[in-house]
């Protein structure tokens, strides 16, 4: 292993690729661990949740090391690690999970109950969540390896289509989860609120689900080009701040059968300034009785950049009442990864799911990092991947 850079939040606003200390079989704790790999990263993706981050919109602390988008090679690995050899090509869920606790094996890995001391779920990267160091580096060390990695069957194949694979750790699950929760299938109608990456992928994901109609709203006019680019139905919600009529002049009824908000606290609404619980009003107001809402989109317990003094402490204005009279499902909560990323790695591999043409991902250098992060921030139409290692360069 040669010198490790990674990918460190060093105040409001800003980031920058630092020499960083070498992955060690240590839990956050100082414990030694066994039952992990250190990976040497392929690829690794700049997140809309970092941006959060990285905007001072979360309590995380200078010097933290980003990252929990990763695919990566087998290099090491500990004793306790039997499933896996050295030399196979991993996807890596951002969730951090045991294995053995009741949530995980009951499938909800979002929320391991023993990976963070602070409450239950844990992630790579980010803050409150454990203190497991970021993947936005060129080596990383994952956990309970056995459990959490899935490994891909082929490793020709799958950097062939490493572009797609990568999306796996986060955003395709995520995007799919959402369309779950909303309840999408065969025929359905469905609204998206974010043309973003995650957005996009619960759109591709409504559709191959069978949706009928899969419509995407957003202002901003660049990322509704491409949704409309890659097939789905833009809503320009720059045109009305009535959403049901928008929708109405698509599909002729202001309601859909499901909902996802892939957006998140840092919502906007028409006046331009922030409006923390727009889009679930939103969805509330246009979901049909007893539909169902997925909301995939992130949420905080605390939020210090907040304009509004209950949303500091991720409190918001809904109109719950109005959910409960429509008889409505919210679905809210972390991605379990695992549920899913087999099944949506089978879809890629065959060809079924192109997601990285669909958000329009960009390979760029790790040291090139921190502009894709201001190019992010600026809203362009694009899902920046991380190549720390040049691997995807000298493919092409």
Avoid at 265 to 281: C, D, I, K, T, Y
Avoid at 299 to 323: C, H, I, M, N
């Amino acid at each position: 292993m040669s010198k490790n850079r990674g990918v460190v939040y060093i105040g409001d606003g800003k980031v920058e690729v630092r020499d960083i200390d070498d992955p060690k079989f240590q839990a956050p704790d100082g414990r030694k661990i066994e039952h992990a790999v250190i990976l040497r990263v392929i690829t690794t993706n700049i997140c809309g949740s970092d941006q959060h981050m990285v905007r001072g919109r979360t309590t995380a602390d200078p010097g933290l090391v980003l990252g929990h988008e990763i695919t990566g090679e087998v290099i090491e690995k500990g004793a306790d690690v039997e499933q896996l050899q050295i030399g196979d090509i991993v996807s890596v869920p951002f969730n951090v999970a045991c294995g053995r606790c009741r949530t995980c094996r009951e499938g909800d890995t979002g929320v391991c109950l023993t990976v963070n001391p602070a409450r239950a779920g844990g992630a790579y990267g980010y803050v409150d969540m454990g203190g497991w160091i970021g993947g936005q580096s060129r080596y990383v060390m994952v956990p309970y390896a056995d459990f959490n990695l899935l490994k891909f069957p082929d490793r020709d194949r799958a950097m062939e289509r490493i572009r797609d694979l990568t999306m796996l750790s986060d955003i395709l699950p995520t995007g799919f989860h959402g369309a779950i929760k909303a309840g999408v299938g065969v025929g359905s109608v469905v609204y998206v609120a974010g043309a973003g990456p995650v957005g996009l992928a619960a759109a591709a994901s409504a559709r191959i689900l069978g949706a009928a109609v899969v419509m995407v709203g957003d202002f901003n006019a660049e990322r509704l080009a491409h949704a409309r680019k890659v097939g789905f139905e833009p809503v320009d919600l720059n045109g009305s701040d009535r959403l049901g009529d928008l929708i109405a002049a698509i599909t002729g009824t202001p309601e859909v059968d499901g909902a996802i908000d892939a957006v998140g606290f840092e919502a906007r609404g028409h006046s331009g300034g922030e409006q923390p619980a727009v889009v679930l009003n939103q969805m509330m107001e246009i979901t049909r009785a007893a539909g169902q809402i997925g909301i995939p989109g992130l949420y905080v317990t605390e939020d210090p950049g907040a304009t509004d003094k209950a949303a500091k402490q991720g409190s918001l204005s809904l109109r719950f009442g109005l959910g409960w009279a429509k008889a409505q499902s919210l679905h809210t909560g972390q991605t379990p990864v695992l549920r899913y990323n087999r099944q949506l790695m089978q879809a890629i591999l065959h060809g079924r799911l192109p997601i990285a043409d669909i958000v329009n991902a960009k390979v760029i250098p790790l040291e090139d990092a921190a502009q894709g992060y201001a190019d992010f921030d600026r809203g362009v139409a694009e899902k920046f991947v991380l190549d720390p290692n040049g691997d995807l360069a000298d493919a092409a």
